[in-house]
C-alpha cells in the first residue's frame, strides 16, 4: 500500500471522493448516466410544478391570516371581478415572472412561514397592528422594481389616455413625466390602507 492509499483510507472523505468516482462493475457508464438524468428530470419537473403551486390563489389564501384578512378585502376590488372577467391573483402583484428573480422571492417568503408558526398576525387585533409595516415592506418592494408586476398588465406606453376617465387622464401623463411608478399613487388599489397609513408622509 503507498503512502497515498493510507492517506485516503484514513480520510472518510476520501474514501467517499474516490468511491464517487472509480468505475463500478455493476453498470455501465451509459446507464449511470440516463437514470441520473431521468431522475433530474423527474426532481426538476417536481419542484417546478410545486412552485407553480405556490402561486395558486387557493395555497395564497390556506392561511386563516391571509383568507380573513387581505383576501376579503381583495374580493370587493376591480382585481377580482370587472367587466373584462380578467382576475388578477395574489402572485401577479408579488411575484416576478422571471424564474430566477421569482425563486428569490418564494426564499424571501420563507420568513411568513416562521411568522406564521411564531402567530404574528394570527388575530384581527395582531394583523391590524402590524399591518402598516408589512403593507411599507410591501410599498418599498414595488417601488424598488418600479412596480414591476403592475407593469405586467399596466403600463404608460399602452394606455390609451384620452379613453380613460377625466382623473386618470391628467394624471397618468403627468406621474409618466415625473418617472413615478405605479404603487407611488395606488397603494390602496387591492388591499385597504392601515388605519395608521399618513399620506403625507
Known sequence: ???DDRAIAANP???LWRWFWRPSARHSLGAI???????GVIFWGGFNTFMEYTNTLSFCISCHEMEANVYREYRKTTHYSNPSGVRVICSD??????WTL????KIRASNELFHKLAGTIDTKEKFTAK???MAENVWASMQSTD???CRNCHSFQAMDFAKQDRRPREKHPEA???GKTCIDCHKGVAHALPEDYDDDD
Open 13 to 15: 472523505l476520501a474514501r
Open 131 to 133: 399591518r402598516l409595516e
Open 93 to 98: 402583484c408579488h411575484v416576478p415572472k422571471d
Open 176 to 178: 409618466a413625466r415625473a
Open 147 to 149: 412596480s414591476r408586476e
Open 102 to 105: 421569482k425563486l428569490l422571492r
Open 1 to 3: 500500500m503507498t503512502d
Open 33 to 39: 448516466f440516463i437514470v441520473g438524468g431521468v431522475a
